[in-house]
């Protein structure tokens, strides 16, 4: 293998198991996973369940008694997940677990449904969709009981129904997506730039109107038919679903599904570059401002890229998604998968030589280590190592921003079919 190959060239030279067998084995590992996560919580210390599950769980059997799931403490989601967990009550706990892994792999099956329409042949699509299937975050996280498989394969339907110009059922999809997470809702806009005839798109590009006069005739193509289909049935949907829970739990759910999240302000250890600062303005009147400000950076890069890449819808989701979680006031491990399940897609897109690809995933774990070697010392020892904590986080930082900037870089926005040979 050369320096200067390109490491999918390399990677796919080397696949050869067929599509069936990926996802066979993908899902053997993740059902011995469920399995294993009840020896590992009857005999071990450390629990293999994420604690998150049994919160989900306490809120459905809230609302099998005909109450609120909000009386369970820390749950802040939508009553919609308390609601599908129901059979954890009535048929085995297990339930929601399978749910969730069968979500995860309906996002694999999704991926590999879009890469198929962009072009790439089977086997190719296959091996794409190989670091998701059997990449250990999402295996491990779905298999323990995280939720978040639910919103990539919503997010990912819609992508693909997008792809297809079935714009309604699409729109469903998106709205049922940021119903159950708020960070989709920054699609909108590359989503309505994207929609937009590309006829008419080339057609102001050209224009020698003054950039006044052509903002003004961008103002009003947002009202093209489809723009407007997408944004009305999209936001029937999510105020739909809204208005009912509202109708049936009242201000609770406003308060913990949605206002929480925005006015969140979490001072505990988080990969976010900005815990430190909010951990030492808690008391402050200036800490719910400084909470708001921190939103500007993440406004201003969305913006940007929107209007940069709308064309290429995928790729600019992906890139919305990274900036997102990685200028977010709270990061955890899992928010990660946000936008993990949207790099198979982008993959195929990106020309980088293989060495340089291996460099970024190093720096990438590196980063993650480092943080969780002084998180490790306050949660576990008590060490006062909050300093440390955060320079790894603004270390880590650099890190995401340069992995993006080397991706935004090696991108070419070319058909794959004239880049990938079709099997």
């Known amino acids: 293998m050369s320096p200067t190959e390109h490491w999918e060239e390399w990677f796919l030279s080397h696949h050869r198991v067929p599509p069936a067998g990926v996802f066979g084995v993908a899902s053997l590992a993740r059902v011995a996973l469920v399995f294993y996560g009840l020896f590992q919580d009857r005999t071990l210390r450390v629990r293999y369940t994420d604690i998150d599950y049994h919160v989900f769980t306490d809120a459905a059997r809230f609302v099998t008694e005909g109450r609120s799931p909000y009386l369970r403490a820390t749950y802040r989601y939508t009553p919609l997940l308390a609601w599908l967990l129901i059979p954890n009550i009535y048929v085995s706990d297990l339930f929601g677990k399978f749910l969730f892994i069968s979500c995860d792999l309906l996002t694999a099956f999704l991926l590999y449904s879009l890469l198929l329409l962009k072009g790439l042949g089977r086997r190719h699509a296959c091996g794409y969709c190989v670091f998701w299937l059997?990449?250990?975050?999402?295996?491990?996280?779905?298999?323990?009981?995280?939720?978040?498989?639910?919103?990539?394969?919503?997010?990912?339907?819609?992508?693909?129904?997008?792809?297809?110009?079935?714009?309604?059922?699409?729109?469903?999809?998106?709205?049922?997506?940021?119903?159950?997470?708020?960070?989709?809702?920054t699609y909108i806009l590359p989503i309505a730039l994207h929609l937009l005839s590309v006829r008419d798109d080339r057609s102001l590009c050209q224009s020698r109107y003054s950039f006044q006069a052509r903002f003004h005739e961008f103002l009003k193509r947002l009202f093209d038919r489809a723009v407007v289909l997408y944004v009305v049935v999209a936001g029937l949907t999510f105020f739909a679903l809204s208005f009912g829970f509202y109708y049936k739990y009242g201000w609770e759910f406003l308060e913990h599904t949605y206002l929480y999240h925005l006015t969140r302000r979490d001072i505990r250890h988080n990969f976010s570059p900005y815990f430190y600062m909010l951990y030492l303005t808690a008391e402050s009147k200036w800490s719910f401002a400084l909470g708001i400000a921190a939103f500007l950076p993440q406004f201003i890069l969305l913006l940007a890229v929107s209007f940069a890449y709308y064309r290429d819808l995928v790729f600019c989701c992906f890139l919305h998604t990274s900036i997102f979680v990685t200028f977010n006031k709270v990061c955890t491990s899992q928010y990660f998968l946000w936008y993990l399940c949207l790099l198979p897609l982008v993959m195929p897109l990106v020309r980088m030589p293989w060495k340089r690809a291996v460099v970024l995933l190093m720096l990438w774990f590196i980063g993650q280590a480092l943080w969780l070697a002084p998180a490790y010392l306050l949660e576990f020892q008590g060490k006062n190592t909050f300093l440390f904590i955060w320079l790894?986080?603004?270390?880590?930082?650099?890190?995401?921003?340069?992995?993006?900037?080397?991706?935004?870089?090696?991108y070419k926005e070319k058909p794959l079919t004239e880049r990938l040979k079709c099997d």
């Open 134 to 185: 059997l990449n250990p975050l999402p295996v491990v996280v779905s298999s323990r009981g995280n939720a978040d498989s639910i919103v990539a394969s919503l997010v990912l339907m819609a992508l693909y129904l997008i792809e297809k110009r079935l714009v309604a059922c699409a729109a469903v999809f998106y709205g049922f997506a940021v119903h159950m997470k708020m960070y989709p809702v």
């Open 392 to 410: 790894a986080g603004l270390f880590f930082l650099l890190i995401n921003c340069s992995i993006l900037i080397q991706i935004i870089s090696h």
